[in-house]
């Protein structure tokens, strides 16, 4: 991990406030409970706060004492198989500076309240760009702060990092749910095509993780659909009518925010639209516009599937990688800021691939902030419906071991504050 030595110079004493915002994961919890345990073993946080639902919540002094609650190791391990977030979220966007500093100045009066010194915020894309905008008014100000992101996201298109913490569990549970899917589907000889949408609006990481089963001997996805790679109609039927040809039962895997070359998206033919507090459109029905299309055009047995909201937190078949690696960014987050690191989000740099090894820096917020990363061009296929072996092989190491949550009466156990 690249941090600062500690000196007499920049040792800040206070308080610190860690907060959940955007989607929830499957590990999420586990970068909080790397938060916490940072801030337990470090000397210069007196007592470490959780802000209720985000900065929602932290706008309304909504806080509880985690230092207090989480006084075992047994509560800390149980947090970080709980899926979901355990402080609850928000999706609150920021006015820029100079719009209202209203709630700016509400924060900085929390701040020197609690006498909170360390702000952690755990979340994507946009709530990065809450971090940058609260880094950006706190620069003028001189009350002493330091100010860290901590990646959390399943979408895996944050910038400046080999991966996103959350990612690897929910690429696991995309691989198996298709692996299963197609096991389904492969015991009929009816002509049949099955089209599985997966989240994904700007980047097909996700649904790139459906093809991993052919890493390992299983039966993949015949299709694979991306938003980074413009989408065709007549693409699509010429490779389903070759896929029928090959074997009765088809199986096709499309993101979410799959869209026709003039940018209008697949789904927008059969649902409206609607944007959520950061203009993002809200999608839906893309696998049931292409099972229409493919009714209309081929007329065999078709179906769609929507995979929704399990993807994200399904922490029975997390993988044990991802688990780790949010605890050591939650914990990384907190050992940088105590160092004199700031503005700056934490990530995660790839070493080696086999063996997968890595490390945890950090990188300027400011540099990551309201960008994207798509999947690379060429891990897709030259035809755009599936992805290449170097992209499983990038994904693959991500989703590997399997977790130990406890059970009871056959029902895991997850903790709630």
Not at 26 to 35: E, F, K, M, P, Q
Not at 241 to 262: M, Q
Request: aromatic share 6%; net charge negative.
């Amino acid at each position: 991990m690249q941090v600062r030595k500690v000196t007499d110079m920049n040792k800040l004493i206070g308080n610190a406030v860690v907060g959940q915002s955007g989607g929830p994961t499957a590990a999420i919890n586990a970068t909080l409970s790397g938060v916490i345990r940072g801030a337990l073993a470090a000397e210069e946080i007196e007592t470490l706060y959780g802000m209720r639902n985000g900065v929602e919540g932290l706008l309304e002094e909504r806080l509880i004492n985690l230092s207090e609650y989480f006084d075992s190791e047994y509560k800390l391990t149980t947090l970080e198989n709980t899926p979901a977030a355990a402080l609850g979220s928000c999706r609150k966007k920021l006015p820029k500076k100079g719009e209202d500093d209203s709630v700016y100045e509400k924060l900085l009066s929390v701040f020197k309240k609690y006498n909170i010194r360390y702000f952690f915020y755990i979340g994507g894309n946009d709530s990065m760009d809450t971090v940058a905008k609260l880094s950006e008014y706190t620069k003028t100000h001189d009350y002493e702060m330091r100010i860290m992101g901590v990646p959390k996201t399943i979408d895996n298109d944050l910038v400046g990092t080999d991966h996103t913490p959350g990612y690897g569990s929910a690429a696991k549970h995309i691989a198996v749910t298709l692996s299963e899917i197609i096991r389904d589907c492969a015991v009929y000889t009816k002509k049949a095509v099955t089209i599985v949408e997966i989240m994904g609006r700007d980047a097909g990481w996700l649904t790139a993780a459906s093809a991993l089963g052919r890493a390992a001997g299983i039966d993949a996805p015949d299709l694979v659909y991306l938003p980074e790679v413009p989408f065709s109609m007549d693409e699509f039927f010429s490779s389903v009518y070759a896929c029928l040809d090959k074997h009765p039962n088809v199986v096709i895997a499309v993101s979410e925010g799959i869209r026709f070359a003039d940018g209008t998206y697949v789904c927008e033919g059969i649902s409206a639209s609607s944007v959520d507090a950061f203009g993002h459109k809200q999608l839906s029905g893309t696998g049931k516009a292409l099972e229409l299309a493919v009714k209309e055009k081929i007329g065999c047995k078709v179906r769609s599937i929507e995979l929704n909201l399990p993807q994200r937190c399904a922490s029975h078949i997390a993988s044990k990688t991802d688990l780790e690696e949010s605890v050591c960014v939650g914990r990384g987050a907190v050992e940088a800021a105590v160092n004199g690191v700031t503005r700056e989000m934490m990530t995660i740099v790839r070493k080696t691939t086999e063996p997968y090894t890595y490390e945890i820096s950090h990188s300027d917020i400011a540099e990551i902030a309201n960008k994207v990363k798509e999947v690379p061009r060429e891990f897709i296929n030259e035809e755009g419906n599936n992805v290449t072996d170097e992209c499983v092989k990038y994904i693959l190491p991500l989703i590997e071991g399997e977790t130990s949550p406890e059970f009871r009466m056959g029902l895991p156990v997850h903790i709630v504050l």
